[in-house]
């Protein structure tokens, strides 16, 4: 089996973000910058098949610029076998995302596509499901749980009412959530193996796909400052300021 993982490059997790003075967007210089978390849990599920010996060849994808090589080189130090890049200057849509993807699936041929549930800097939680609509693959979103048992594919997921347990066939686009595994830390002697593996670059103009935007970002502004907060005696004062000063209950 051949897994295929979807790699974003994002504002690190624990990073506080700033807006542009211009308001155009969210500063990203000089600002760090690792894998979209949950792209991470994709990684992981990845490297495990193949330590299980459900997958032989584990490859991971990123759409971005240059720098996005950084992120690649993670996931192969972190097991991945090789990695593709995809040079775009601009920041993709989950559609085109999607879009470009499908190309690079279509020539790599996988039998599963992980990829992260959500990016974190966009929060769509759109391209997984584009993908798989275009390829007509089944789709297993916001995974906690993978077993994969004579080319059958089980998953659970949360929602609302409990956990979901689903089945379905290769190939298959999955979505994973952070409950699904824990990510393995790259140690230094893989992070300078990772350097070793083989990284293509594919300019995306040469794909011939739309990747114009459809949305247009008029303005982008920090939100109000939250009022400080104040302390209560006991419930019946909290009761008493929730209905006659606030008026909410
Ligand atoms: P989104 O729909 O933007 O929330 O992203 C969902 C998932 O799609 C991410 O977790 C990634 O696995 C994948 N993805 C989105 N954008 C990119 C990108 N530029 N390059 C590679 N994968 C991406």
Known sequence: MKVLVAVKRVVDYKVQIRVKSDNSGVETQN??????PPDENA?????????????????????????????????????IDRSILVKSQNTLEPLAVAKTLKIIIDKEKPDLVLMGKQAIDDDSNQT???????????????????????????????????????????PAVLTCDLRLNTPRFASLPNIMKAKKKPLETIDIDTLGIDTSSKIKTLKVIDPPKRKAGIMVNDVKELVQKLKYEAKVI
């Open 43 to 79: 990684i992981e599920e990845a490297v495990k098949l193949k330590e299980q010996g459900l997958a032989n060849e584990i490859i991971s994808v990123s759409i971005g610029d240059d720098k996005s090589q950084d992120v690649l080189r993670t996931s192969m130090a972190m097991g």
């Open 31 to 36: 600002v760090k910058m690792s894998v979209n």
């Open 128 to 170: 997984g499901q584009i993908l798989s609509a275009l390829l007509n693959w089944p789709q297993g979103c916001f995974i906690s749980n993978l077993k994969i048992e004579n080319n059958k594919v089980f998953i659970s997921r949360e929602i609302d009412e409990g956990i979901e347990n689903l089945e379905t066939s290769l």
